[in-house]
């Protein structure tokens, strides 16, 4: 079995992560098997940074983790008691190696249509595997569960696969389970690109090299959609909760159950916060480090925002500050008051390639990572995003000024067809005729 990272592999931001986020070592599996695409599409995505994408992937596995692990300790008590969990769809195990810290890895299940991303958590994670299959009619499960966790398969899938893997699914439940499964909303789409009536949009292109983008590619769904998705495959008696962006701060997560009825209003959910650095810069000839920017989360609050370098805590920052722009771009007045401004000395000597980590507090007390990479990335990070907003800025100037020249062509035309419109009238050639006389008796010099 070849390793893209090995257990004794060490990354300066990986380390950095786990310390923030309490893992000591040897509590975490860390492998990545070489063939796990979705570390080779954050390697490119980052172009070619193997630290930053590492970081992603263990960061964006751990924060998807916690999110699952809410909704089962709202549904159970504890995650731990949940007595069989599939983790369908689970890949390599991005997600898989941080939910067998809180429930026995004899107690989960995982599925996936690639037998050797099976074969991986079997031997590395000590789980359970099903290899799963393209289409829902032919996947074989004997077994039944109390809770089945989703990620990102609904998000690729066309519309009657998203149907039928709702059914099998939701098939696979004991009584009292529940399913949860993500989903892209419209709010996501491609700039330009319009959801159809019906709230459903396919289009066949995904980061995945090795599945016809036609069975895999990208899908949208508006919440009416999957409401009814739901009710066409169990009836109008099942139960759906929507989390807005809760996967990631991205995606949309749904629990479904087949109970009618079921009460979601005590679960208490902490969505991860959303982290934009609008300025970085090094003052009092570089001893100073300044930033500010915002964060918010879709579902509860962010109340800090905090600065490590070299792994030690050296500033942070309430997120109190007044930012309406940020309001009308999220769409709520509950985020009028997120904006956050950050000043601290760099400590002597500090190299501008030490490991730098911004971590977010949430309103209860637990840090959360939200970028990492070298002083010297910071510094360029924050200068791309005001690069991206100028761009923005200029874009949308351009557009006025296109709109103000295209209606003064509008009115210019239209003056000169009242003056050739009064020109060609009787009364103006009257009045010509007038002129004309009063020019030739020396009464006007008018023309």
Not at 123 to 150: K, N, Y
Not at 229 to 248: D, F, N, Q, T, Y
Not at 283 to 309: H, I, N, P, T, Y
């Amino acid at each position: 079995m070849t390793l893209a990272f090995r257990p004794d592999d060490t990354s300066p931001l990986v380390e950095t992560l786990f310390a923030s986020l309490g893992i000591a070592p040897g509590t975490l599996v860390r492998a990545i098997d070489a063939r796990d695409e979705m570390l080779g599409h954050l390697v490119e995505h980052l172009e070619g940074d193997r630290d930053r994408a590492l970081f992603q992937y263990f960061q964006s596995g751990a924060s998807i983790a916690d999110s699952m692990i809410q909704v089962l300790r709202w549904r159970f008590g504890d995650p731990g008691r949940v007595g069989k969990l599939l983790d369908f769809a689970s890949g390599y195990g991005r997600v898989t190696r941080f939910l067998v810290r809180e429930i026995p890895p004899e107690r989960v299940w995982v599925a996936d249509i690639y037998a050797d991303g099976v074969r991986f958590q079997e031997e590395r994670l000590g789980v359970h595997g099903i290899v799963s299959t393209l289409r829902p009619e032919d996947f074989s499960c004997g077994e039944r569960f109390d809770a089945i966790l989703v990620t990102s398969l609904f998000t690729h899938l066309p519309e009657e696969r998203f149907l039928a893997w709702l059914r099998a699914l939701l098939g696979l439940l004991e009584p009292g389970g529940m399913l949860v499964f993500s989903v892209h909303s419209p709010e996501v789409l491609p700039p330009g690109v319009e959801m159809p009536a019906k709230g459903f949009f396919f289009h066949e292109i995904s980061e995945s090299g090795s599945l016809d983008t036609s069975d895999y590619g990208s899908t949208w769904v508006t919440d009416e959609f999957v409401r009814g998705a739901l009710e066409r495959v169990a009836g109008p008696g099942a139960s759906l909760h929507r989390l807005e962006r809760g996967i990631c701060g991205y995606q949309e997560l749904y629990l479904a159950t087949l109970e009618p009825g079921v009460d979601f209003s005590s679960l208490a959910f902490q969505s991860e916060p959303q982290l934009f650095v609008d300025r970085v810069a090094l003052v009092d000839a570089g001893k100073r480090l300044q930033l500010d920017g915002w964060a918010a989360a879709r579902s509860g609050q962010v109340r800090e925002a905090e600065l490590f370098l070299d792994g030690a805590r050296i500033g942070a920052a309430p997120v109190d500050g007044l930012r309406e722009d940020v309001a009308r771009f999220l769409g709520s007045e509950r985020h009028r008051h997120s904006g956050w401004i950050l000043s601290c000395p760099l400590p002597e000597g500090v190299s501008r390639s030490a490991p730098a980590l911004l971590r977010l507090v949430d309103a209860q007390g637990k840090g959360r990572p939200a970028w990492a990479g070298s002083l010297d990335a910071l510094l360029l990070t924050a200068a791309q995003a005001s690069v991206r907003t100028l761009r923005r800025d200029l874009l949308h100037a351009e557009g006025v000024l296109a709109e103000e020249r295209a209606r003064a062509a509008v009115e210019s035309e239209a003056l000169r067809a009242r003056i050739a419109a009064m020109e060609a009238s009787r009364f103006w050639k009257v009045r010509n005729a007038w002129f004309r006389v009063k020019r030739g008796l020396g009464l006007t010099d008018q023309p």
